[in-house]
């Protein structure tokens, strides 16, 4: 009996992936649940288990391709009487891919994509312009004649989603005019934003250039900030810690919890110091909810850090960070943040962050501009920690110590929360990482 | 300048490239000494004698296949079927031999032959007089396939066709034969083969036809304007084959919606074909069906039904309308 593999429903509204790797070749028997293909959905890979016992009869993708949901990945020839009485194809696929599905519980919840298998009603020059925003076109709700989906409705959605509607195409912007002249001279000449891909230039008016493809990492981190910097109205505020003494017992510690496994990185007590504010602070470990206009306090504590990896900025989320030792934190965040950067990591534990910790210092500087990990209402980024002068006592009596200092930056949502509270808020991180004794009373 | 009928283009694109060109000969049924049924060929047997305007005996077939041989040995030959309704007589020498002598001698032998032939409903003629049957040479690899509209592009496409190196069948609307008169140059004008017109320009909805069919669209095109306030954009195609679909897939781009109007029956006509190159080039941009305003799938009916077969302007109206209220 021939199998069609099909990319199945990976949840979490994802609906695409890149194919990284082909396991087997055509004419290999495979095992069922046997690795097949290697796939990055929106920023992690999976290996795809075969869902049945058999031979590839045929593989239709190649590494680099981007392959929708329902998409046929392979066929095979399968074996056996117990396959031939099995439910359908389709459900096959999608209960042993399993690994690939959303995780049942936490995170926070989002609108499952509704995979009918009936297309919506929509005319093409409507398909466009949904495509052209981002929006799946089941999830709009029709109001056309006959149940269509109608553009002011695609448009109303990408509002409601805080999506701009994108800058007219050239082709749109040529029906506006009435100049005869521009009209057979715009339309083939200047390439629209077509998923579909233009054809590579080789230079624009000001000299050469290259057209590489929005993919993968890069691409799924392009739409994630554009919607966050879109609908959420960031303010930032900065401060510095001096981390001097909690430098020192870091010091003190660093060799016994490499022997437990982990890096006693100084992201490990600003981790336990954000997440004890956050709990005073419960404005910061929220989202907005747009539609009910609420605002959702989340009661748990799972906080992602932004990986620096060849691949792009990965964000793996260490979960109930308030319910962890300093020691097993350290331990985690080693093990996920290598491998992470080994593009091992699971997609689930990409998921269900609540608040973000992002640090640059490793790299350098002082000060800048994280940008909210949407829906989630702040982050907190790192600067790199410095040995400086710093003056104590006041002007008639005072001392110049070399102290070490380190930069903070908390990014939050204005419709959230205020500046003070921001005030506050990274005034208690500071406050406990000053004093590590105090550090060890809040956490 | 002078206003003229489109035969009488037809007939100063023939005498002036008889008279440039030696090589061009005139042959049909009654072309010469009667001057053709539609006068289309009138005088030209006094200018240019027997031996370049000939008058055949009635058979198709032997017309086509003595053009094809004067082709082979250097002449231009420009035959005339008296009525598209019998050039099927000459369908085995134009699909057999015309279309493909180039391809089947590799290149040694060209036939740069004009098969003229009145086509077309719309003046009360017999059984075989009214057909539009446009789709069967458009069909066939190796040949061009024109349909002017106009007597000025009706002289200009005709010297194109003449000068082509391969063969052309150039089918001449009967019913705007003498239905209007039109300013055409004295000078030579030529228009490319294989190249569509704009000639009304709009942003709501985009009206494709050629030949007969031009007319009622044109006046469709103004009534929309009129009573609708509605924009349509006009695209003449001139050639049916090869098909210059740039113009209306960019046109459509622009309006996202079309309208396309022929009298040849629907089925497999000339229309299916630019509904599919729509779909290809356009799908995106289009906002509502294409619609087809056609002849029906049935045998062009004699004169007393023969209204209710052509493609009318209020039959364009209506689907333009319907394609803008979808």
């Known amino acids: 009996m021939s199998v069609e593999f099909r990319l199945p429903d990976l949840g979490e509204g994802i609906h695409e992936g890149e194919i990284v790797e082909v396991l087997v070749s055509v004419g290999d028997r495979v095992l069922d649940g046997q690795p097949v293909m290697v796939i990055e959905t929106d920023k992690a890979t999976t290996e795809v288990p075969a869902p049945v016992s058999g031979v590839v009869k045929e593989i239709r993708v190649k590494p680099g391709e981007v392959v929708k949901v329902g998409a046929v990945l392979m066929t095979f020839e399968a074996e056996g009487r117990a396959v031939a009485a099995a439910p359908p194809e389709k459900d096959v696929s999608r209960e042993k891919a399993g690994g690939l599905e959303a995780p049942p519980g936490g995170g926070e919840t989002r609108p499952a994509v509704t995979a009918s298998k009936e297309p919506p009603a929509a005319a093409p020059s409507t398909r466009r312009l949904a495509r052209e925003l981002g929006i799946d076109l089941r999830q709009v709700a029709p109001s056309g004649p006959g149940g269509r989906v109608t553009p002011e409705d695609v448009r109303r959605h990408a509002e409601l989603q805080g999506r701009k509607p994108a800058a007219p195409s050239p082709q749109a912007a040529v029906a506006e005019e009435e100049a005869p002249v521009a009209r057979t001279a715009a339309p083939e000449a200047a390439p629209a934003p077509s998923p579909a891909g233009e054809p590579l230039g080789a230079c624009d008016p000001h000299g050469a250039i290259e057209r590489v493809p929005l993919r993968s990492v890069r691409r799924a981190t392009a739409k994630h900030l554009a919607r966050a910097w879109a609908e959420i109205p960031h303010v930032s505020h900065q401060d510095v810690a001096d981390i001097t003494e909690l430098d020192a017992f870091r010091r003190k510690h660093k060799a016994e919890i490499r022997e437990a496994g982990g890096a006693l990185n100084m992201i490990v007590f600003v981790l336990k110091a954000a997440v004890a504010a956050l709990k005073a602070f419960p404005g910061f470990n929220a989202s907005i909810d747009p539609e009910r206009e609420e605002i959702v306090f989340k009661r748990y504590y799972n906080i992602g850090v932004a990986v620096d990896t060849d691949r792009g900025l990965i964000v793996p989320v260490i979960r109930d960070v308030d319910r962890k030792s300093v020691r097993e934190l350290a331990v985690e965040l080693l093990d996920v943040a290598e491998r992470t950067r080994r593009g091992k990591a699971e997609r689930e534990e990409m998921t269900g962050g609540t608040f973000t910790l992002t640090n640059i210092g490793a790299l350098g500087g002082t000060a800048f501009t994280p940008i909210i990990n949407h829906p989630q209402s702040a982050i907190l980024g790192m600067g790199q920690a410095r040995l400086q002068p710093v003056v104590r006592g006041d002007l008639e009596r005072h001392e110049i110590v070399p102290r070490l200092l380190l930069p903070l930056i908390v990014a939050f949502d204005h419709r959230i929360v205020d500046g003070a509270d921001a005030a506050r808020f990274l005034g208690m991180i500071i406050e406990a990482l000053e004093n590590p004794e105090e550090l060890l009373l809040v956490i | ?326």
């Open chain 2, 1 to 326: 300048m002078a206003k003229m009928t489109m035969v009488q283009a037809i007939n100063l694109a023939l005498t002036q490239e008889m008279e440039k060109d030696d090589s061009v000969v005139v042959l049909g049924e009654d072309v010469g000494v009667d001057g053709g049924v539609f006068r289309v060929t009138d005088g030209l047997i006094g200018k240019f004698g027997p031996e370049r305007v000939i008058d055949t005996p009635l058979a198709e077939s032997g017309i086509a296949g003595i053009s094809i041989g004067m082709a082979v040995y250097g002449l231009k030959p420009v035959c005339e079927m008296q009525f598209s309704g019998f050039d099927y007589l000459a369908f085995h020498q134009l699909e057999s031999h015309a279309a493909r002598l180039r391809w089947r001698s590799q290149g040694r032998f060209r036939v740069p032959m004009v098969m003229r032939a009145p086509y077309g409903g719309g003046v009360r003629a017999l059984e075989h007089h009214s057909e539009s049957r446009e789709a069967y040479w458009a069909h066939t690899p190796g040949l061009k396939m024109v349909i002017p509209s106009s007597p000025r592009n009706a002289r200009a496409l005709l010297v194109s066709a003449i000068r082509d190196p391969d063969p052309v069948v150039f089918y001449e609307p009967k019913a705007v034969y003498r239905a209007f008169r039109e300013e055409v140059p004295e000078a030579e004008e030529t228009i490319p083969i294989g190249r569509s017109q704009l000639v009304r320009e709009g942003r709501d909805v985009t009206l494709i036809s050629y030949g007969a069919t031009m007319h009622p669209v044109l006046e469709a095109a103004s009534l929309l304007k009129e009573r609708d306030g509605v924009e349509a954009e006009v695209v003449d195609l001139l050639t049916v084959s090869p098909l210059d679909d740039s113009l209306f897939t960019q046109s459509v781009k622009k309006t996202g919606r079309a309208v396309l109007v022929h009298e040849a029956p629907r089925s497999f006509g000339p229309g299916a074909e630019i509904v599919a190159r729509l779909v290809e080039k356009s799908f995106l941009y289009l906002e509502a069906p294409i619609a087809r305003v056609t002849g029906f799938d049935v045998i062009i009916p004699l004169y007393q039904r023969e209204r209710e077969y052509m493609p009318g302007t209020e039959r364009i109206l209506r689907a333009a309308r319907e394609t803008l209220s979808f």
